[in-house]
């Protein structure tokens, strides 16, 4: 069954560098997708791509079944949900993992 | 904003009622999604359109119907709800159907059966 693994939790605290680990069963997958989500909004792309890639303080890492987030100088404020997502060049759909809730200690 | 509202922001309902929510984009992208959003289960697929009309079944379609007769709007509708159907809902719009393309979610409907 294609299906995306992230850990439900990850602790952190302010001015850490975090690591979220996303890793998948999907067959013809080749690009990670990282979601932000606070609770009551939209969630928001945060980043995506097949190789590794940098959008301001989130970092992308890539390998062919495994992607990780990276948050540097984490805040308060980025509490929140991370979904980590692939899509089957098969079938186009995207496929979620269920959140990563971050918890960030000041 | 990706241009996507929906349509209640939150619900409260009986178990056996019928129940519509609505997802309008001004994008005029062509494909549409509907997801719910449950703890330890992120966001599963529902049903999803590739047009005015086309529509198939996503992971989680049963007691979900879906219509599209419009480029910006697509309905989901719950024809006799149940408490297992208590979740949040999400609409996302997709420019191309590809594994490449970036999904954009609407800011979701919060429904409760009772």
Known sequence: KDQVFQPSTVASSEGAVVEIFCNHSVSNAYNFFWYLHFPGCAPRLLVKGSKPSQQGRYNMTYERFSSSLLILQVREADAAVYYCCTGSSNTGKLIFGQGTTLQVKP | ?114
């Not at chain 2, 949040?88 to 979701?108: L, N, R, W």
């Open chain 2, 1 to 114: 904003d990706a241009g996507i509202t929906q349509s209640p922001r939150h619900k409260v309902t009986e178990t056996g009622t019928p129940v519509t929510l609505r997802c309008h984009q001004t994008e005029n992208h062509r494909y549409m999604y509907w997801y719910r959003q449950d703890p330890g289960h992120g966001l599963r697929l529902i049903h999803y359109s590739y047009g005015v009309k086309d529509t198939d079944k996503g992971e989680v379609s049963d007691g979900y119907s879906v219509s599209r007769s419009k480029t910006e709007d697509f309905l989901l509708t719950l024809e006799s709800a149940t408490s297992s159907q208590t979740s949040v809902y999400f609409c996302a719009i997709q420019m191309d159907s590809s594994s490449t393309d970036t999904q954009y979610f609407g800011p979701g409907t919060r429904l409760t059966v009772l």
